[in-house]
């Protein structure tokens, strides 16, 4: 383990951090809020432990996917420890744990929240809780290497995209890593703005435009107020869900689209089967709940909002769609599961891992019936990759070991069947509310110190992608070569 070059990472990490508390000082200036000096303190602190560690370049910059996945890991629990010190400092959240898991919320873009009444928090605390989200979304350290000149080897940029980037794989789009992690930013604030200003021509006061678009954008769900997205008009959250839709995108669709390729963006294959899921989900669950509401145009509203939301893991509501009929509900916990598009800001399993997974299988059941024929998984006409179909089956099974004892160890708070089951499918695909006590007029505060803490793993785990937070678990990683 080189050590060198990932506390110099962590040191840009902790800078760039203190950098973007300045947009919520700025918002404390604005409303005149003494609640904002809370930030200028956690500017201090990371400014003080951060830039002593940039000040020289390691001259050791050998980098593996090692030093890249204890990197990224570290990376993201230092963010979520001074991001949610400003909650701590000014008060406005007194338990460190809980303070923790909504900065991890925050971050990994879930949206969970263990805040019973958020209209109570200044409007600088509220914008960093929902700027969180749009941080989080593309990636703090997409947006360094985009910024930085190269660290090692040229496999480096590559090693840390990987390990921060959600999907079973990650490609570039032009020649470096950093003009690939550049054009991704300049696509994901390209559809910001273009968002906030859509939302601005629907009256939409600007604070809640900025702050809903983070949350969009990021696929988080952070609302500002109670009543999440439930007391905007039918325009803004048809908007909003066209959005969410958007950003459960895989970018690289959007960057074909820039080049004008434009069959290459439209024949994806997870891209349709994305798009297909949302259609066909949307359909069942507006004629389901059509007798709960006065007409077909609301239905399909509401659906479509709710199927976007959840299978875009954002998290924001329009409805308590906990009280929708069982067959609403089942079809919104699947989509929990299926999440959105690899390469996108949102969480989950991925589409293309879901594609990858009944193409294997129904591989696997034509050599049953047919011992000697030879078929090959393929995706966008392309043959798949034998390592990516491991990689892909190896994720489930763990994926899946993770899943269950999580439930186990949050069912010692002794709460129903369905909200710790829920409770642990919206956070470990990044989702934010599930279903029960922690639907989405519900939230995580009745849970203990402990059980927030596993599902704050979770959080870090899913939008991760499991594996390098799993690493630091490992003897043989901390070896020093």
Known sequence: MNYSIVFYILGWILNVEAAFMLLPCIVAVIYGETAGWCFPIVMGISFLIGTPLVIRKPKNTVFYTAEAFVAVSLGWILLSIMGGLPFLISGYI????????????????????????VEVLPHCLLFWRSFTHWIGGMGVLVFILSLLPSLGGGGTHMN???????????????????????????????????????LLLGKMPLFDALTITFGTAGTG????????????????????????????????????ILIRKFRQAFGSEEVRSY????????????VNI??????LSESLRHAAFQVASIITTTGYATANFDEWPELSRAILVLLMFIGACAGSTGGGIKVSRVVILMKTACKEMTQVLHPNAVKKVKMDGKLVEHEVVRS??????????????????????????????????????????????????????AYSNFSKLVLTFDMLAGRLEIFPLLILFSRDTWRKF
């Not at 007194?94 to 990994?108: I, K, M, Q």
């Not at 899921?277 to 669950?285: E, N, P």
């Open 94 to 117: 007194t338990n460190p744990v809980d303070a923790l898991f909504e900065t991890v919320s925050g971050f990994t873009t879930t949206g969970a929240s263990i805040l019973t009444d």
């Open 160 to 198: 840390l995209m990987k390990a921060e980037s959600p999907g079973p794989s990650v490609s570039r789009m032009l020649p470096t890593v950093k003009s690939t992690a550049k054009i991704l930013y300049e696509i994901y604030i390209g559809l910001t703005i273009l968002q906030i200003i859509l």
């Open 221 to 256: 769900g952070f609302a500002i107020k109670n009543s999440s997205m439930m007391d905007y008009s039918p325009y803004l959250q048809n908007v909003t869900t066209i959005f969410m839709i958007l950003f459960g995108v895989n970018f690289n669709a959007y960057f074909f």
């Open 275 to 286: 798009l297909l899921i949302i259609a066909v989900s949307i359909a069942i669950i507006t």
């Open 290 to 295: 059509m007798p709960m509401y006065s007409g």
């Open 392 to 445: 892909t089956n190896v994720f489930l099974v763990v994926y899946l070991v993770i899943f269950a004892a999580s439930v186990l160890l949050v069912s010692l708070d002794n709460f129903d069947a369905v909200t710790n089951f829920t409770a642990v499918a919206a956070t470990f695909n990044d989702v934010g509310p599930g279903l029960g006590m922690v639907g989405p007029v519900g939230n995580y505060s």
